[in-house]
C-alpha cells in the first residue's frame, strides 16, 4: 500500500515540485520514497511496505528500462501471473506484486488488466512512445485521480498533492453544489475542485504525448447471468467456499495483518475465517457511556472464538475536534458520521498491525440494507394502479398534513432513477431550493445518475437499487472513506467481500436468495450461521452507529455549529437563516441529524482547501499525520 504522484514535465516548474507533491501524501506512505525525472515526466513515490519489505522499490523499471511503474494496492494473484510471465520468459528480481505490473503491461499492454485480482491504482511511463498508462481496480478500493485543463496533466493518489504543484489551479466546482448536497458525495468523473477527475472504478487513462487524454472501461459489474435456479442453501454453500478463498488471498503479507470487528455480521465472518488461518488481532471502537457502543458484543465475539481483541473509545470533543483534520484528509467533502469513528478505529489499530481487514461491500452485493425490502411493495402498487391514478393520487396528497402511508403515495408515483432514496439521500430538490442562496446552482438529482439505472432497465427494483449503490455509495462513501480514514494512518485496509471473485458469483444470485419475507442477505446470513453463533448470524443490521444526532443537541458542540451557519462561507452559499432553522428543527425534536452535518462538514472543508475565501481560522486546526510518531509494527 503505497500513494504515488507525477506530471508531464513543464518548463516553469522547479525541479523539487515532484518531492513536495509525494510529501502532501507522506502518511500513505512512509517507509521509503523514490523519484524518477526525463525530459518528458516527472513520478514520485512513498511506499508503505507490506510484501518483500527489503525489495521493492519504486519507482520500478521494465526489463529494457524503457517502462517505469508507481503502484498502490494489492494484486492478490500476482505469484500465479508472475508463473504466467516467467513462461513468455519474463525475469523476476524481486517477490513483490508490483513486478507483474510492469512486466505484464510490457506483454499484454492494457490487457494486462484482465488478469488481475487486487485492490489497486497504478501509473505506468513509457520513455518510447512519451505516454503514461493509469489504471484504477473494478470496485474503486483505491483512488487515482488526475488533473487536466488542456495545459497541465498531473495524477495523483490523492488531490491534496496538486496544491504542491505551481500549476494546478484551485477552483471551487460550485456547479456540483447541489449534486452534493443530494449525495454527499460526487457520483460521477466529476469532483469539487474544476478540472479534477476521479478515475473511475474499472477504468484506464491513456495521456498521449501529444496531449490528449483518452478513458477506457475495462470491467463493469452485470446482472446480465442471474440464475433463478438458485437456492438459498445452495448459495449459501457456495459463499462460505468463495469468502474463504478471498479472506486466505486478502491475508497474504510479510507483515502481520489485523482486523476490524464491530457487532455486525460482515465484519465477523471475516474474522472468524481469517482466525482460522492464524491468530489475528481485532479492533473494535465504542463511545463512553453510550447506548451506541457495540463494544460488549465485539469484544465478546473475539472471546467466544478465542482472539484478541482491543477495544477503542471515542468521545464528543474528539469527534468533534477531529472533524476539520477529516475534511483534509477526504479531498472532497463527505458527511457520512462514521468517518470519525474509522480514523480513531485505525488510528488505535495501527498502534499495532499494518494491515487490517475489513467488512465493506457485503451489503452490496449480497442484500443487505432494509431499503432493498421497499422494492416489492412498490412494484406491486405500479402493477396493478394505473399510472395516471397514481400520478392523481400524488398530487392530491403531496399538500396535506402528516398520516401513515402519504410518503408512499407520493413516492409511488415517481420512477424508481427518482425515488430511490440514494438519490435524495440528503436534501431533495425542494430543501435545497430553500438553503441555496443563488437557485440557479440548484439541479435535478435523479437526472444526474438516471444513466445508471439505464443500465439495468428492465431488471426488477431491488436488483437496480444494488446495481445503483454498487456504482455509487460502494466507491463514493463507503470504499472512499475506508481508503482515505486508514491511510492517514498508514494502515492498509483489505476488504475481502469486495473482490473480483465474490462480485462474480454475486453476479448469479436471484432475488429469490438475497432476501427471504423481511430477512436481508439471507444467503450470507445462512453460509455464516453455520460459521458464527446465531446471536451474531442473525443480528440486524446497524451500520456504524453514531450519537452524534445527541451531541449536536449539547451547547457546546451546537455553537460550534450555529457559527458555521453564520459564517463567511455560509454566507455566500446559504440562506443562512434557512439553516439556523434546521438546526432548530433538531434541537425541538425534528431529527434533520444528517442535513446538519452535511452542511456544517461542506463548510469546514471549504474553510480547510480555500482559507483564502474565509476569515476562518479552521486550517489551523487540521492535524497533519504524525508519521514518526506511528510505530513501524513488523
Request: with cysteine; proline share 4%.
Amino acid at each position: 500500500m503505497c500513494g504515488f504522484v507525477g506530471y508531464v514535465n513543464q518548463t516553469d516548474v522547479p525541479s523539487d515540485t515532484i518531492v513536495k507533491m509525494a510529501n502532501r501524501i507522506r502518511h500513505r506512505g512512509p517507509d521509503d520514497e523514490a523519484y524518477f525525472n526525463d525530459d518528458k515526466v516527472s513520478m514520485g513515490f512513498r511506499r508503505l511496505s507490506i510484501i518483500d519489505l527489503a525489495h521493492g522499490k519504486q519507482p520500478m523499471y521494465n526489463q529494457d528500462q524503457t517502462k517505469v511503474l508507481t503502484f498502490n494496492g494489492e494484486i492478490y494473484n500476482y505469484k500465479d501471473i508472475r508463473k504466467d510471465l516467467q513462461d513468455l520468459g519474463y525475469e523476476f528480481r524481486t517477490d513483490v506484486d508490483s513486478e507483474v505490473l510492469i512486466h505484464g503491461y510490457d506483454a499484454w499492454g492494457p490487457d494486462l488488466l484482465q488478469h488481475l485480482r487486487g485492490m489497486f491504482a497504478f501509473a505506468i511511463y513509457d520513455s518510447k512512445t512519451g505516454d503514461v498508462f493509469g489504471a484504477r481496480d473494478h470496485f474503486g478500493i483505491k483512488p487515482l485521480y488526475y488533473y487536466d485543463d488542456g495545459k497541465t496533466f498531473l495524477w495523483a493518489s490523492e488531490i491534496k498533492a496538486f496544491l504542491e504543484h505551481p500549476n494546478f489551479k484551485k477552483e471551487f466546482n460550485e456547479d456540483l453544489l447541489a449534486i452534493h448536497l443530494s449525495f454527499e458525495f460526487i457520483p460521477s468523473k466529476d469532483t469539487m475542485f474544476k478540472n479534477v477527475f476521479k478515475l473511475m472504478p474499472g477504468h484506464y487513462f491513456i495521456h498521449k504525448a501529444d496531449g490528449h487524454t483518452e478513458t477506457h472501461e475495462y470491467y463493469k459489474f452485470s446482472y446480465d447471468n442471474i440464475d433463478e435456479n438458485q437456492t438459498i442453501e445452495g448459495d449459501a454453500k457456495k459463499i462460505r467456499k468463495i469468502v474463504d478463498d478471498s479472506v486466505d488471498a486478502h491475508m497474504i503479507a510479510d507483515v502481520e495483518v489485523g482486523s476490524f470487528l464491530s457487532s455486525g455480521i460482515d465484519s465477523s465472518y471475516v474474522l472468524n475465517e481469517a482466525a482460522k488461518l492464524k491468530p489475528i488481532k481485532s479492533f473494535s471502537l465504542g463511545f463512553h457511556n453510550s447506548k451506541y457502543s457495540e463494544l460488549s458484543w465485539s469484544t465478546e465475539f473475539a472471546k467466544e472464538i478465542h482472539q484478541e481483541n482491543t477495544p477503542l473509545t471515542m468521545t464528543g470533543d474528539d469527534y468533534f475536534d477531529i472533524l476539520p483534520t477529516i475534511m483534509y484528509y477526504m479531498d472532497e467533502p463527505l458527511s457520512n458520521p462514521s468517518a470519525m469513528q474509522l480514523y480513531y478505529l485505525s488510528k488505535g489499530t495501527r498502534k499495532q498491525v499494518k494491515v487490517a481487514l475489513s467488512g465493506e461491500g457485503a451489503d452490496e452485493f449480497f442484500g443487505g440494507y432494509n431499503t432493498y425490502l421497499e422494492a416489492k411493495p412498490f412494484e406491486r402498487y405500479q402493477k396493478y394502479v394505473p399510472g395516471f391514478v397514481r400520478k392523481g393520487l400524488a398530487k392530491a396528497v403531496v399538500n396535506l398534513p402528516r398520516f401513515h402511508g402519504r410518503r408512499f403515495l407520493v413516492r409511488g408515483a415517481e420512477p424508481l432513477s427518482e425515488r430511490y432514496y440514494r438519490v435524495n439521500y440528503v436534501f431533495d430538490y425542494h430543501d435545497r431550493e430553500k438553503i441555496l442562496k443563488n437557485p440557479d446552482l440548484n439541479r435535478d438529482a435523479g437526472e444526474y445518475t438516471k444513466h445508471i439505472f439505464d443500465d439495468v432497465k428492465g431488471k426488477d427494483e431491488m436488483t437496480q437499487m444494488q446495481y445503483f449503490d454498487i456504482n455509487t455509495w460502494l466507491p463514493y462513501d463507503i470504499l472512499h472513506k475506508a481508503d482515505r480514514m486508514s491511510m492517514c494512518n498508514s494502515l492498509e485496509v483489505r476488504t475481502p467481500l469486495v473482490d473480483k471473485e465474490v462480485a462474480k458469483f454475486a453476479a448469479t444470485m436471484p432475488i429469490k436468495t438475497r432476501i427471504r419475507g423481511t430477512e436481508t442477505k439471507v444467503s450470507l446470513r445462512t453460509a455464516a450461521l453455520a460459521e458464527l453463533p446465531e446471536r451474531v448470524a442473525k443480528k440486524e443490521k446497524m451500520g456504524f452507529p453514531s450519537p452524534i444526532a445527541s451531541w449536536i443537541k449539547e451547547d457546546k458542540y451546537r455553537k460550534r455549529i450555529e457559527e458555521a451557519f453564520t459564517s463567511d462561507v455560509a454566507k455566500k452559499f446559504f440562506n443562512t437563516d434557512a439553516l439556523m432553522e434546521i438546526l432548530k428543527e433538531h434541537i425541538n425534536g425534528k431529527s434533520s441529524m444528517q442535513k446538519i452535518f452535511t452542511i456544517y462538514t461542506f463548510i469546514l472543508w471549504y474553510e480547510v482547501y480555500f482559507p483564502e475565501d474565509t476569515s476562518a481560522d479552521t486550517i489551523s486546526k487540521v492535524r497533519r499525520t504524525d508519521i514518526d510518531k506511528i510505530p513501524v509494527a513488523n
